[in-house]
């Protein structure tokens, strides 16, 4: 049998790297990831204060050409079980039937109020200008905002997302699902869309907030304006969520919500071009986050790669020299970090209602980060043709 210390200089670097990027994804899963797990643990026993007031709220909601779902989901929002509380739809030149739904609802539900962004507006990102518009029509201090095409979890939406604007809170990060259908390509969705969740909440609860998602997300008026808006980045089409965190959390003002009723879903039907095109745009933000924020989260996805490469590289060189010990201990730390992941993804599924996954789990882990490396390098070229509102 040949021990580490026996092998030779190539194997033992190898195997040292492998160690090391191991050792980095376990803490990142049993540290940052497995946050909503032990903070679920915590609202279980009582242990997180909220505020039972009930203050207004205004909610908020952009839609350009999403007749259908406003149809479907804005009456979900309009029969919240809250006390008092506006809904503010802003129309951004729909050419569809999204006015005559908008005025259909108006008569029936007095908690409904229409503004709307005019056609020929010409913004760099005018879901940002709907936003500034609905943010300065609105009556109250506390905003929820969420997507046309997002359907609530339940009747108690807003009364679990805005329970936590106690104390110096002025940022609730709400969880906004994929819906789930069949097929490989909404399943990776899923996977990626809760991913990213484990992820901002994880840092979030570790009191380094650096993004939220605008399908469920609120936070003070106040604050808005005192940060003059999104007007440090209204130059890059994205940004309205994730930039605008970035400027405003720390430490003190920022906490998360994901109990069953406070989560949105998304209806919206994706192919794989729209899904690139949905990364891209994500990923356009990504060089505008802080120094410590992208080192945070590019050595985890650093860390991740070497882990595979090296398992492979270890692997074939055991293999190659018969030493199926040594082979064996390597294929049982990737077990051990595959069980690992298995159980904090999962458990993590479980809390939020989302689908589990298994097999699958390790294609998305590799694939998803080779996507946004095909971005970074090839893929701008879809920048030009993507749409200026989502």
Sequence with gaps: MEFFWDLSNTAQILGTIFVAAFLIQAYYYLYYYSGMIFYNRKMK???????TSKPPVSVIICAKNEAENLATFLPLILEQNYPEYEVIVVNDGSTDESNE??????????????????????YMSHKKMCLTVGIKAAKYENLLLTDADCEPAGKEWISNMVRNFT???????????????????????????????????GFALKRKP???????????????????GFASHLN??????????????????????????????????MTFKSFL??????????????????????????????????????????????????????????????????IVVNRTAGILHEKKFVFSMLFFDIFLP????????????????QSMWR
């Excluded at 026993?45 to 505020?51: F, P």
């Excluded at 994205?238 to 605008?244: A, T, W, Y």
């Excluded at 906490?255 to 039907?269: D, G, L, N, Q």
């Design 45 to 51: 026993k009582g242990k997180i204060v909220y505020n």
């Design 101 to 122: 739904i908008l005025e259909k609802y108006g008569e029936k539900y007095p908690n409904l109020y229409r503004t709307f962004l005019p056609m020929e507006a010409k």
């Design 167 to 201: 104390g110096k809170s002025e940022i609730i990060l709400g969880y906004g699902g994929h819906k789930y259908k069949k097929g490989l390509l909404n399943k990776m969705i899923s996977f990626d869309v809760l991913f990213i969740a484990m992820q901002y909440m």
């Design 210 to 228: 650096y993004m939220g998602v605008g399908r469920n997300l609120s936070y003070k008026k106040e604050l808005f304006f005192k940060n003059k």
């Design 236 to 269: 890059l089409v994205s940004g309205d969520d994730d930039l605008f965190i970035k400027e405003v959390a720390n430490k003190e003002n920022t906490r998360v919500e994901f109990s069953p009723e406070s989560v949105t879903w998304s209806a919206r039907k």
């Design 277 to 342: 095109y949905q990364k891209e745009r994500h990923l356009s933000t990504s060089p505008c986050y802080t120094f410590a924020t992208r080192l945070r989260i590019g050595m985890e996805v650093l860390s991740r790669a070497f882990f595979y490469v090296m398992f492979i590289a270890l692997a074939a060189y055991f293999v190659h020299i018969q030493d199926y010990i040594a082979a064996g201990i390597a294929g049982g730390i990737f077990l051990l970090r595959y069980m690992i992941q298995l």
């Design 370 to 385: 080779l996507v946004s490396l095909y971005i970074f390098t090839l893929g701008r070229i879809g920048a030009k043709k």
